[in-house]
């Protein structure tokens, strides 16, 4: 489609995600919502990788050749399911992490000592240079 094609050169793709709630009883649903990463568990699948919600698959993730880099157009949505992924196995194995919305909507995950991690931003810059890896940024939330 030439429309769309056209449309997107001159509007930059967004960085990121944002999440905006009206009140507690929604923020139920984030977690879920901040799952999916369809886009990342479709192009894992492809390779042969199936993502478990666990470290082991953040590790498995950093050792997929970047074929990702290639597009880019898709590499920053990519990156974006990488980040949302990454701050799922730490919500889901993390004592005491949790999901938070910063007042710009965007989802970070925030560790029992107080201290927040944007994983959005880590994942965009893992999909667009590899470094930080996944695991590296799981291992630095993770340590008590």
């Not at 898709?74 to 999901?99: F, K, Q």
């Not at 910063?102 to 590899?130: C, E, K, N, Q, Y």
């Amino acid at each position: 489609m030439n429309f769309l094609d056209t449309w997107r050169k001159r509007h930059s793709t967004a960085r990121g995600t944002a999440v905006y709630t009206s009140d507690d009883a929604e923020q139920e649903g984030i977690a879920e919502l901040l799952s999916e990463c369809e886009l990342l568990r479709v192009r894992a699948a492809q390779q042969g990788l199936r993502l478990d919600d666990t470290p082991a698959s953040l590790a498995a993730l950093d050792q997929l050749p970047p074929r990702w880099r290639d597009d880019p157009e898709e590499m920053p949505w990519l990156g974006n399911d990488a980040g949302l992924y990454l701050g799922t196995v730490i919500v889901r194995t993390v004592p005491g992490a949790y999901w938070h919305l910063w007042p710009s909507g965007t989802p970070v995950v925030m560790l029992a000592s107080g201290r927040d991690i944007d994983v959005v931003g880590a994942g965009l810059d893992w999909a667009a240079s590899g470094a930080p890896e996944l695991c590296q940024v799981y291992a630095e939330a993770s340590e008590i």
